[in-house]
């Protein structure tokens, strides 16, 4: 029409950048899942990525950590794990016997470093599956997911051995502040790293801690990390001097206010796997092989189905020759 002509003669097209004319540029996630794979396929070698990688690694999970709750919601089917502590290559058996990511949905139930020789690799690859496959994977804080437990344990030497800085240290002990402290699944199974505190009744008062901080040396938070469960009544002290130890009765009034079937936690070192206690209503999972590579244990997982139907998978430590022989101290930059 006349009036659809004049509008137009008076429209300054020359001001419109020709860019802007062409199709919008892929969304930045998609370029970020390109760099997560490559991530995921050199740690998979047990190879670490640069520290540049590391930082933005970290800036990403924390992203996504920080909107997960407390009580993080969980749905079936899920395989839950115990303990890692930096044993990659049992890391990498374990995935093997419980299906790869993200084929398999994982709840790791912290312990991720110290100890063993690859910690950086281990918590490293996990993040990076973490940010990859955020609504697959799913982490949540153990007791050694700590500053100060990880400068005695391992952690932090390893960090500044393989990196020849604490940064890399700073960066995933920034990510342990956001970890989530429990998990639920399917409104029945709680997970949690250590066990009960006297000082929590109802998940409502796990929802409400302030979790982003060092683990304290006492309190709600430390408990659910540091507690252990023990055949007496009631509760007792810990000989690990942090926690407590509590019996088949606090766990029995825990469940049942909260309407929970299972608690599943780890933190204790169990020969055969696993170790299920009062009633089948508290399992300790262990998934650490050979712990320490000299304890000669086996290790363990736990598969969920679709109905919480519980199977327990074991397995052994990855062969010899699937092992690696643990990184030396690379030369530092000013003597090359």
Same mark, same amino acid.
């Given at each position: 029409s006349k009036a659809t002509v004049s509008v137009l003669n008076c429209c300054d097209f020359s001001s419109i950048r020709r860019d802007s004319l062409l199709p919008p540029p892929p969304p930045l996630d998609m370029a970020s899942n390109s760099d997560l794979d490559k991530h995921i396929e050199k740690l998979k070698k047990c190879e670490i990525i640069k520290e540049a990688d590391v930082k933005s690694l970290c800036k990403k999970a924390k992203e996504i950590l920080v909107d997960e709750p407390n009580v993080q919601v969980v749905y079936s089917p899920i395989t839950i794990v115990g303990d890692i502590h930096g044993q990659f290559y049992d890391l990498k058996e374990l995935l093997r016997v419980g299906g790869d990511v993200p084929d398999t949905?994982? +709840?790791?139930?912290? =312990?991720? $470093?110290?100890?063993?020789?690859? /910690?950086v690799e281990t918590f490293l690859l996990l993040l990076a599956l973490k940010a990859r496959y955020p609504d697959r994977v799913q982490l949540i804080r153990g007791n050694h997911e700590s500053r100060q437990i990880t400068q005695v344990y391992g952690f932090y030497d390893e960090c500044l051995r393989k990196y020849g800085s604490v940064n890399v240290w700073r960066y995933c002990t920034e990510v342990f502040d956001h970890l989530a402290l429990s998990a639920l699944v399917e409104n029945k199974v709680l997970t949690v790293h250590g066990g009960l505190s006297p000082a929590i009744n109802s998940l409502d008062q796990?929802?409400?801690?302030?979790r982003k901080q060092e683990v304290p040396h006492d309190g709600a938070m430390c408990d659910l990390l540091w507690s252990d469960p023990e055949d007496i009544d009631g509760w007792g +002290? /810990?000989?690990?001097?942090? %926690?407590?130890?509590? %019996?088949? =009765? $606090? $766990?029995h009034q825990f469940n049942t206010h909260n309407k929970i079937e299972l608690i599943t936690r780890s933190h204790q070192l169990v020969m055969e796997g696993y170790k299920s206690m009062f009633n089948d209503t508290l399992v300790t999972v262990w998934s650490a092989p050979n712990y320490c590579y000299r304890c000669g244990n086996v290790a363990s997982i736990l598969e969920l189905d679709e109905h919480l139907q519980r199977n327990y998978k074991i397995f052994e430590a990855a062969p010899q020759e699937a092992r690696g022989i643990p990184a030396k101290k690379p030369t530092p930059d000013y003597f090359l």
């Open positions: 949905n994982y +709840l790791f139930m912290g =312990d991720f $470093v110290d100890r063993g020789f690859y /910690s796990i929802r409400t801690i302030d +002290l /810990s000989p690990r001097g942090a %926690g407590y130890l509590f %019996g088949g =009765d $606090v $766990v």
